[in-house]
């Protein structure tokens, strides 16, 4: 353990720790939160809380330069396509599935990832390790969640 913690690795473990907490539970968080909240507010909050922690964390480890128009305008971009895109589309959808489902259609987004990569210029090469490391990752998500899959999916908002 000692070798682990003075090489860096402690540190990538507990980012990998964090990502599995924070990420893992994201599905599970937004059914909790839209059964009282609206799918819209709710993104919307989430987005507030985690600026708010990335600004202090910024501010408390002496990151106080103010960003260029161009980082301003890429992040909002970025932001943008996460907020509608991503998040808000979830959010909505979670409503009418179950937690599974939603996790297992969100966890196809790698593969998404892979295919614009092979689309948009400039075109990646895949490593065929990554696409295995995908693949395995996936089957191994879809197995987790074998029991929720087979619940029927719900026609109508919580």
């Avoid at 985690?50 to 501010?59: D, E, P, S």
């Avoid at 400039?122 to 619940?151: C, H, N, R, T, W």
Wanted: glycine share 10%; aromatic share 10%; charged share 10%.
């Amino acid at each position: 353990m000692g070798n682990l913690i003075k090489s860096g690795g402690f540190k990538a473990y507990a980012a990998l720790v964090v990502v599995y907490l924070v990420w893992g539970t994201t599905l599970a968080g937004m059914r909790f939160g839209i059964e009282t909240i609206h799918p819209a507010l709710l993104v919307c909050l989430r987005f507030s809380i985690a600026g708010i922690i990335i600004l202090a964390a910024c501010w408390i480890m002496g990151d106080r330069r103010i960003p260029t128009f161009a980082e301003l305008k890429r992040n909002v971009i970025v932001g943008l396509l996460l907020f509608l895109g991503g998040n808000s589309i979830v959010s909505w959808a979670i409503q009418y599935m179950t937690t599974g489902l939603g996790a297992a259609i969100v966890a196809t987004t790698p593969f998404w990832m892979l295919g614009f990569s092979q689309i948009i210029p400039p075109k990646e090469k895949v490593d065929p390790v990554a696409l295995m490391g995908i693949v395995i990752g996936f089957a191994g998500m879809i197995i987790l969640l074998s029991p929720q899959l087979s619940q029927p999916v719900s026609v109508s908002p919580i």
